[in-house]
């Protein structure tokens, strides 16, 4: 018999712009002691499905406009909230994305994981708190005794999401959900936890509902695979027969759309463009002396006509990089040569001509355009600044990076939100290569954006770079998209660069231990990449 | 021949994109479309064509008094009624509006650019810069303004433009410290940075990319400020420090009216009504310009 059997589904939300179907008739099982993953972009449905039988969506808006989820023999849609308050954080347990905001930050970790112990399982303090310890030292946590009295802020967000898995265990539940674990954390403690997850799964027996935009992630753990696109599911099955005869057309765009293979490199001139020598960005957070050491003593070349992929995980300093070769980050030390100029000294008008020449791309779209202004005027801002066209052809050359980037004329006059991210991504994308720069640093340009969404970003940045006759910095942590689009790679780690070599150097025969387990880390082995 | 040539070829390309700043022209659009906004705005437009012309259009005159009439309940001949002199309180109440209203515009213009300008500069420079101009704000804060308006007056005799600037020079404070916070959190966004690195002069920066996301909280300070304004000017004005009669306001005509309001009510509800009307006015007026700037809140 299933632990969980959702069948048709439907959940509706009802805004004043009228009602919106997130979930249309979705049916899956979940199997005791199996990992069942749901596979789906944003806006697919994937998590509004197990928030709603579990009634952790708001209602209204939402609404439950039919189906059953039979979870050990109750119709979780049928029951009051009083009888699933007492199922949740009991017998069904979840764990979710961003760790930080699911742990309240007054409270020691201790007196969170006892909470459920004391509330659902009548026990006293003393045996609660030595079962904490003991499911603390189970997800790995090396001295869970004095973990115990420790406050969420004092731990790194792999070791969150361990506390986050030792707090969903603690009841024994029977069934798991796990929201994104992974997405917000690097990769090299992605795989630990994914591995921590599958172990402690066998372990306890429990089934696992895993819900995640990425296939790789699931690829190597997942023993059934659902997948959903615009709330109905579009095809099941076992990842191996899933991954090698994909049968329904999405499925095939999500796998193809998983980065793959190696850049043919264009031409490159032997002259440098970028020359950084032993640059330093120190930070001296307030009131204190001891400097924060995010870029120290980073010496690179970046040639004419290259991409040069900079691969590090959260904290090595590789976004302050980028930022500094651009005077975006205050430089502490050291000189930065940009086309025999050293740009660190400059003011005012000749810092100016060269900001027309180099420009950034930054991660988050919804963040990097601002919210009042069109995209007409985000566009014309570059455009009248440094005179690149009078007003007379102004309106010409904005419909030409608006053809340029892949956006419909249209849309001219809207606003950033009405938007999607990667719509918006291209705007920014369009904004800078509107001074028609020679050098472009991108950071993360599309770690923000579903898969599908990631590998036309990806595609337009390689076009537009011949076009353009770009160079580029690319600052990503996912070494399968710097694979794909870089020609030379450095690897950067607690604020130096500890690697550097041509992509195919650095993936096959990588020296440094920190490059070998950095690969070593990339999810989706399965998917046979 | 061949100069013009794009120009006609471009506006074909992009014909409905308009020129110019178009947050405010969108902006512009959705007030319009806002009916009690829009309400708010006319009432107001009304209020100040009648402060203009009320020399010419005031049926009697505010100064002559008539001792006979004494306090009258509104009658044809006086629509109003009169107040315990003899003097017509519609004409009154014109008369009150245009030292009203003026006050109220004008000392919160003066305090909305200084404040505005001063906040911006203080949280976008940050530093040293900030901390300076913060403190000076926090010392302005610390000195009772009565004493300083006091002082103002002493030293630069009684007049009716010292008093709108001397309100204006106290309301400043709160609206650059709103300001300020507002900046401080936006100079963090990575659209201030893509600003920067398109090679944006800071004042540019301000003035294209932070004022107008900061403008929602002031201009609901901004409409709250206007209302406590005028009531200022009728407290200075009934401690002596304003305005003398005969010449008169809606704060000064409000509280006269208090004192004798069991025996002549109208001396009291009609001036208030002038004052609470207009509120009203103000506030519909900012929420639709607050909504009108929101681009994310439209309802399209």
């Known amino acids: ?529 | 021949m061949s100069v013009s040539q794009p120009t006609n070829e471009s506006t074909a390309v992009l014909a409905d994109a308009e020129q110019g700043s178009s947050l405010w022209h969108d902006a512009w659009i959705r007030l319009s479309k806002n009916r009690m906004a829009v309400s708010g705005g006319i009432v107001l437009i009304f209020m100040v064509v009648v402060a203009l012309l009320t020399p010419w259009i005031a049926p009697y005159d505010y100064e002559v008094q008539n001792l006979d009439l004494g306090a009258q309940p509104p009658s044809l001949q006086h629509w109003l009624g009169t107040d315990v002199f003899g003097r017509d309180l519609l004409t009154q109440i014109m008369y009150g509006g245009r030292i009203s209203l003026a006050v109220g515009f004008i000392a919160t213009a003066v305090a909305l650019s200084i404040g505005v300008t001063w906040g911006a500069i203080a949280g976008y420079v940050g530093g040293r810069v900030d901390a300076v101009m913060m403190r000076l704000v926090d010392i302005l804060y610390a000195l009772p303004f009565m004493i300083f308006i006091v002082l103002l007056m002493v030293v630069f005799g009684r007049n009716v433009l010292l008093l709108f600037l001397a309100i204006g020079a106290v309301e400043w404070l709160t609206m650059a410290r709103i300001m300020r916070s507002q900046v401080q959190s936006l100079r963090q966004q990575e659209f201030v940075e893509a600003a920067i690195s398109l090679g944006l002069s800071p004042a540019a920066i301000i003035r294209r990319h932070v004022v107008p996301n900061a403008l929602g909280p002031i201009i609901v300070y901004t409409t709250l400020t206007i209302p406590s304004v005028m009531l200022l000017e009728a407290f200075l004005s009934f401690l002596g420090l304003g305005i003398q009669p005969p010449q008169t306001s809606w704060g000064l005509l409000i509280s006269y009216g208090a004192e004798t309001m069991e025996e002549y009510p109208w001396l009291l509800i009609f001036p208030g009504l002038a004052l609470t009307i207009t509120l009203f006015s103000l506030n519909f007026l900012g929420d639709g310009l607050r909504d009108a700037l929101d681009v994310r809140g439209s309802k399209d």
């Open chain 1, 1 to 529: 018999m299933s632990l969980l059997s959702v069948d048709n589904l439907q959940v509706s939300f009802t805004t004043r712009n009228g009602t919106h179907q997130a979930v249309k008739g979705v049916s899956f099982t979940v199997e005791p002691k199996q990992i069942t993953a749901i596979i789906g972009e944003s806006g697919s449905g994937k998590s509004v499905s197990c928030y709603a039988m579990l009634g952790l969506i708001p209602m209204p808006p939402g609404k439950i406009d039919g189906g059953t989820a039979i979870f050990d023999g109750k119709d979780l849609l049928s029951l009051s909230e009083q009888e699933l308050r007492a199922i949740r954080g009991r017998d069904i347990a979840m764990i979710f994305q961003d760790p930080m905001t699911c742990l309240n930050p007054y409270m020691t970790i201790g007196d969170q994981l006892i909470e459920p112990l004391l509330i659902h399982k009548n026990m006293n303090i003393s045996a609660a708190k030595a079962r904490a310890i003991e499911l603390l030292e189970e997800v790995g946590i090396r001295s869970p005794a004095s973990t115990f009295n420790s406050y969420p802020h004092e731990f790194s967000g792999g070791m969150r999401q361990r506390v986050m898995i030792a707090m969903a265990l603690i009841n024994e539940p029977k069934l798991l959900i796990a929201d994104e674990p992974t997405t917000a954390l690097d990769v090299t403690i992605q795989a630990q936890i994914l591995k921590l997850i599958a172990d402690l799964q066998k372990k306890h027996d429990i089934g696992v509902l895993f819900i995640s935009h990425d296939l790789a992630v699931v690829a190597d753990i997942a023993d059934q695979i659902v997948v959903m696109e615009q709330g109905e599911v579009v095809e099941r099955g076992e990842p191996e027969t899933l991954f090698r005869t994909p049968s329904h057309p999405y499925t095939r765009k999500l796998l193809d759309a998983i980065p793959s293979g190696q850049r043919v490199s264009g031409q490159i001139a032997p002259d440098p463009l970028i020359r950084a020598h032993n640059v330093r960005t120190w930070f001296y957070p307030d009131g204190t002396d001891e400097p924060v050491k995010a870029v120290d003593g980073v010496s690179l070349d970046i040639h004419r006509g290259e991409v040069l992929g900079l691969v590090g995980e959260s904290g090595s300093g590789k976004s302050t990089l980028g930022r500094s070769l651009l005077r975006l980050a205050p430089i502490t030390e050291g000189e930065v040569m940009f086309d025999g100029t050293d740009v660190t000294g400059l003011k005012g008008s000749t810092l100016k001509t060269f900001r027309r020449r180099m420009q950034m791309i930054f991660q988050d779209p919804f963040a990097s355009l601002n919210p009042r202004m069109t995209v007409y005027d985000t566009l014309a801002e570059p455009l009248l600044l440094h005179a690149i066209c009078d007003r007379k052809s102004l309106d010409h050359h904005i419909a030409k990076l608006m053809d340029d980037v892949g956006l419909a004329r249209g849309f001219i006059r809207k606003y950033p939100h009405e938007f999607s991210g990667g719509q918006r991504q291209r705007i920014a994308i369009g904004r800078a290569l509107a001074t028609k720069p020679e050098f472009i640093v991108a950071d993360e340009p599309v770690s923000a954006l579903d898969v599908t969404i990631q590998a036309q970003i990806l595609e337009l940045l390689q076009a537009l770079g011949r076009e353009y006759g770009l160079t580029m910095l690319f600052v990503s942590h996912d070494m399968a998209v710097i694979r794909h689009i870089a020609d030379r790679i450095v690897v950067m780690y607690h604020g130096k660069l500890v690697e550097e070599g041509t992509a195919q150097e650095i993936f096959e025969t990588p020296k440094q231990g920190y490059t070998q387990s950095l690969l070593a880390s990339i999810p989706g082995t399965a998917l046979g990449r």
